[in-house]
């Protein structure tokens, strides 16, 4: 038998002044477990105690500029009570209850033993790193600049160009859908062969990313078929398809490729103050446990622009220790340029993964010229040197900091 | 071939005074469609003029309390980019889109050709109302009190009751997980023959709606054995497992009972002004196109409210004419008791679920006096009866309205 054990979970509720925020926390941990627990008659408490939630911990945070009182209520749940997948995980602790007033879920921590039950990364960093043979760096990747309406060899010419730029991932633009002009397995084919012949030129192989899409009824099946096909990595929109989907891609000891997780819907949940679900539990804590190797979220610096600390905990998420889970890569995404991997390098060190997709193909020399700037400029960051000084040696990385800047050295 | 049709999607979207929303709409129709349009080359602009998305609409609704301008966008999306299924749609249309500023997902319109490939509901209301031989009257359904931790046979007792009151539909608590002590198929097994037990004394049959959990690679064959188990409705989490789950159960012709959606998870995604998905998008034109017959979502009056515009907006999307699209039956649930019936009548008439927990199984006279007390107040307000008129003959919905009251006629 195991011992018991808890899933703690932590709330940023707000409330009316004057709220009993014990008195709230409490009624949560009843009605999300056993339901009542007044009413049961004594006879039937010591069957369900084993059932029943606990408060673990109320911190009252004081009153916001509005007049609000807010508090963060931490709820232990028994183990017990859920099968070990996402579904059950986020329909028992944030089900109705997002529903009932001014509440956000900010932090899921999973025991030992329930956590081992997850699949996590196959992969994870190390994994990834031993596949590209890249080590002490930053990773490199970059997107298809669009794929919509390309046909095959269009898209594999893309892949080679961005291929002899150096990096190390090419994703596919995760709203490809349509497979008319370029079928999924024939299109993992064609990348493969071109990150062959670059790699003829290069020394370096390049993954491929392809987005796996279509019915969950056949998505797995698909999935094995792309790596017959040659598949050397699978992106997948896994808040679309639900986390499920990505951690029985997981699982499956035939899909031996490294998942990348898209964090395509994200934006629907996690930016409001008091509702929703925050950015490190739904892009790194959840992320990780359901199985992505490799996790995309928005940056601090770029297009896309998520506050640091919130990007620093999605990060932590991804990374820390945690028992016999691997580590999956962070990928700080959307208007990344050379000029601005020196923040990315402060934040993240080498364990990151610098992506880019307008920043790699519009550099004035192309897609592969682009990526040698990136390239670069991490040679640079790692070696301890500025981006003007790298830019003495690499034209590439020169032409790209007078086009986006520098402003770390501003 | 099929003539060009776009999916229409509009968008509210907040920004800072001066705003150049018109700019900001093009962005977005190139943008998630074909990327880029002024870089392509002219000889290419031909081949990829379908794929491209369209302003349809701007509509600047002026400046917020906050000084914010605030504008509604509404974009034409070729359909050819898409196949015909949610995570595409939703992908596509909000996927990196919601994380990229004040931006808010309030309706999505499918054109015909495209919403004829989504199965929409099996049964809908006419089907549902044929299964149950209940017509001219709302349906009412009662929520199992408690369920995690007991065993099938407690639970087919508690079915008994719940059938013994009336009631034309019985759910399982979403949060129900954990088979241990009532394994799927048995219990299903188990309520059927409580169902049929009880229709001996009442005449009424009774819909057991079974939450249908566990793995997607296990899912649609877990439902297909519940319905040979004798399973008369299946209740899915759609949030958090997917709406393409609930979408490829839709079209199996081997599940031929209503599927109810459980709105679970969907509070992390309506409730702020400035981001998420407009509830009647999440919980009533996807759910009916992905192929829910019963639609669940938080009434304006119970415990869990969503102001009232919001439900019948909710309402609208699965009940208006869309061309072979069935019906979807809806919902408003939580906190309900015997004296909202007048609100709820007044608000969607016949076609509607009154549904209640607490408020059935709270009734001082047990569960079965609980459904009996609803059963009275529905005749009530279907033939024209205020309820304390109706409460002369039940003395079960006298003793509801003493303990609940009955605000219409205060």
Known sequence: MTTA?????????????????????????????????????????????KHLGHVADVKELGTTANGLEKALLTIAYPTINFTPDIPALLTSVFGKLSMDGMIRLVDIELPPQFASRFPGPKFGIEGLRETLNAYDRPLLMSI???????????????????????????????????????????????????????????????????????PVTEIFEKARRAVDAGASALLLN??????????RLAEDPRINVPIMAHPALAGALY??????????????????????????????YGSVALERGETLKIAQALTEPRGDLKRAIPVPSAGIH???????????????????????????????????????????????????????????????????????EK
């Open 338 to 408: 050379p000029g601005l991997v020196p923040y990315l390098y402060r934040d993240l060190g080498n364990d990151q993964i610098i992506n880019a997709g307008g920043g790699v193909h519009g550099h004035p020399g192309g897609s592969a010229a682009g990526g040698r700037a990136f390239v670069a400029a991490i040679d640079a960051v790692v070696g301890g040197k500025t981006l003007s000084e790298a830019a003495e040696t690499s034209q590439e990385l020169k032409t790209a900091l007078e086009l986006w800047g520098n402003p770390s």
């Open 144 to 214: 298809f600049k669009s794929v919509i309406g390309y046909d095959t060899e269009t898209l594999a010419e893309h892949f080679y160009q961005q291929a002899l730029g150096g990096v190390d991932l090419v994703k596919d633009d995760e709203i490809f859908f349509d497979e008319t002009y370029a079928p999924f397995e024939k299109r993992i084919a064609a990348c493969r062969a071109a990150a062959e012949r670059a790699q003829q030129e290069t020394g370096k192989f390049t993954l491929y990313a392809a987005n796996l899409t279509g």
């Open 5 to 49: 054990e808890f899933v703690h979970v932590t709330y940023l509720a707000h409330g009316k002044p004057g709220t009993d925020w014990l008195k709230k926390a409490n009624g949560i941990a009843v009605g999300l477990t056993v339901g009542s627990w007044t009413d049961l008659p004594a006879a039937r408490k010591g069957a369900m105690q």
């Open 238 to 247: 896994v808040l679309t398809f639900g986390y499920d989907v990505l951690q």
């Open 271 to 300: 930016p409001s103050e008091q509702y929703g679900v925050a950015a490190n539990v739904l892009l790194g804590q959840l992320m990780r446990i359901a199985g992505a190797d490799i996790g995309l979220y928005p940056s601090a």
